[in-house]
């Protein structure tokens, strides 16, 4: 990795007028080739995670196996997850995420190989999934840090939009055309192809040329331990911060699950459509999802935290209708606003967050920030199951009330509701 002092800063692109980076972010050569690389690695990632579960289900025909291989890799990204902060904060995003890639690009070769061979075993898959998941405790700070430091302040908006705009097209688009490359080449060329996609953006970001610049004049460095300690200090003593922790942590408990284990429960319960029902409703709030991106990225609002806040208020009151959807139509419109709230106020509490932290703290709070939702995410489907198997019109009613209650109470922050 690069010394302390190989920090990414503003290009000579990112110093361009305002008005041009509003409009032209890919004007911007840093991000460009950010957005190239990453675009085509999350496509590649696709065809990983299809070949994975079929791989599984060849070799053992076990679904416990893939959920119990999912489980290793979760576990130590999770647990590893802060200290990715720290060393994307000690050294640089930029030197962290190809690093990253290039182990990434390792282990999937190797799976590849030992595929071809046909000398795979099941071991070998739990073993490079926890390497996966370490790996990726690294990467994932490491990428969220990266774009404040490559686009300036009044472009972050619109840079975010793009990305994430673009990150939802190919999780839409590609696990179809995955499954068609599986089918038709088998497992092993499709995670070479994987392969290949961390080469491309590893190569991407060697083609960038960040400035360098010194940190602020700073103490020696502290232990691990010590520099998250310092980040949770800077957190606690940040009132915005802290609520925007609060609210990220209570959108992950008490959303996460109803959509993903609720919506499956009310599809057997109250719609004749079933199956079809379910694949309905999370395709209506995917597109409703991708257009709140995308409109976040063109509409410029003055109090953008305030309006975010409003809107998961309202998508916690929108979640209470869905329980009491009398036909599968009206369900779906509710989830195309849900949606569309969610990539609105997401796209809106990044940048917030972004133009917020310290720029030698970004990997840390990056980190915090990932954890929360790694962390609280399998706990909201959990309890999302038991309330749905007990009353799942409960189940929605209680976690879009609650989420209303919690984010309006947020609203009550003053630099918040300015922001």
Known sequence: MSSQTDVITLSPAAEAPARSTRIRPLANRNFRLLWMGESVSLLGDQFYFIALPWLVFQMSGSALAFGTILMVAGIPRALFMLVGGVMTDRFSPRAVMIVSNLLRLVITVLLALSVAGQMIELWMLYLMAFCFG???????????????????????????????????????????????????????????????????????????????????????????????????????????????????????????????????????????????????????????????????????????????????????????????????????????????????????????????????MLGRFMSLIVLTEVGLTPISNALAGVLADWNVTALFVVAGVLLSCITLLAATNSTLRSG
């Open 134 to 360: 370490v790996v990726d405790a690294f990467f994932h700070p490491a990428y969220r840090a990266m774009v404040p430091l490559i686009v300036d302040e009044d472009s972050l908006q619109a840079s975010n939009s793009i990305l994430h705009g673009t990150s939802q097209l190919v999780e839409i688009i590609g696990p179809g055309v995955a499954g068609l490359l599986l089918r038709g080449v088998g497992v092993a060329l499709s995670l070479v192809f994987d392969a290949f996609t961390f080469l491309f953006t590893s190569l991407m970001l060697l083609l960038m040329h960040p400035q360098r610049a010194d940190r602020d004049a700073s103490p020696k460095r502290h232990s691990i331990l010590g520099e998250i300690g310092e980040m949770l200090a800077y957190v606690r003593h940040d009132r915005l911060l802290m609520t925007l922790i609060l609210v990220v942590a209570a959108i992950n408990l008490l959303f996460v699950g109803p959509l993903v284990v609720g919506s499956a429960a009310l599809s057997r319960v109250h719609f004749a459509e079933g199956a079809a029902a379910y694949g309905a409703m999370l395709s209506t709030f995917s597109i409703g999802a991708l257009i709140g991106t995308v409109t976040a990225g063109v509409v410029r609002l003055k109090r953008p935290g305030l309006v975010s806040l409003l809107l998961v208020a309202a998508e916690g009151m929108f979640m209470v209708g869905v329980a009491y959807a009398p036909t599968l139509i009206l369900a779906c419109v509710l989830w195309l606003l849900i949606g569309f709230g969610a990539g609105f106020g997401s796209i809106n509490f990044i940048t917030l967050t972004q133009k917020r932290v310290a720029k030698d």
